[in-house]
């Protein structure tokens, strides 16, 4: 399976302030997805990016509140723009490989 | 209506036990089934994944799939306190995306 890093490991970021996760993988892959997990909930799927075009974001999910880079197949960011204490969570990027995803550690935020 | 549902438990085993986990699925087009295991503070680990009915099985974990039934199970044998852990169920509906249910949270007691 695929190697995923993710930074930063854990933030704690004021109320309208942005943050940029970046996430890292040791091969190239062709999709590259970013998840949400609240606490105690499971995770959700916020958008899927895809390198060379634009990200396709999930219902409930804009691009304004979270755009998303994929500059090449090893590497992509998601922002959380103008948080807010709803905003905290973990989220998680994962890769497709060998039809499984594979998820990197996580980025804890918390947003006061 | 959920599209994966999951028990959210606590499922309580003592060790060395079998432990059963259910998951049932909404959409009859899925085509693929995973179990992921994730421990508290960490990030989901893919144990099993399944795509054809009948059983697979995978040193203590076995899963199974009825697709006529829209189920999916996962069982551990010989249960161990390190298995203790929430265990998510994803669905795939033939594209990448997962839809994952809410996790039970299994507890082996020694």
């Known amino acids: 399976s695929a190697v995923i890093s993710q930074k930063p490991s854990r933030d704690i970021c004021q109320r309208g302030t942005s943050l940029t996760i970046q996430c890292q993988v040791d091969?190239?892959?062709?999709?590259m997805f970013w998840y949400r997990q609240q606490p105690g909930q499971s995770l959700t799927l916020i958008a899927t990016?895809?390198?060379?075009?634009?990200?396709?974001?999930e219902s409930g999910f804009v691009i304004d509140k979270f755009p998303i880079s994929r500059p090449n197949l090893t590497f992509s960011t998601l922002t959380v723009s103008n948080m807010s204490p709803e905003d905290s969570s973990i989220y998680l990027c994962?890769?497709?490989?060998?039809?499984?995803?594979?998820f990197g550690p996580g980025t804890r935020l918390t947003v006061t | 209506q959920k599209e994966v549902e999951q028990n959210s438990g606590p499922l309580s085993v003592p060790e060395g036990a079998i432990a059963s986990l259910n998951c049932t699925y909404s959409?009859?087009?899925?085509?693929?089934f995973f179990w992921y295991r994730q421990y508290s503070g960490k990030s989901p680990e893919l144990i099993m994944s399944i795509y054809s009915n009948g059983d697979k099985e995978d040193g203590r974990f076995t899963a199974q799939l009825n697709k006529a039934s829209q189920y999916v199970s996962l069982l551990i044998r010989d249960s161990q306190p390190s298995d203790s852990a929430t265990y998510l169920c994803?669905?795939?509906?033939?594209?990448?995306?997962?839809?994952f249910g809410t996790g039970t949270r299994l507890q082996v007691f020694p």
């Open positions: 994962s890769v497709d490989s060998l039809n499984s995803q594979y």
């Open positions: 959409d009859r087009v899925s085509q693929s």
């Open positions: 091969s190239q892959v062709t999709m």
């Open positions: 994803a669905v795939s509906l033939g594209t990448d995306k997962l839809i």
């Open positions: 990016a895809n390198q060379g075009s634009e990200a396709t974001y």
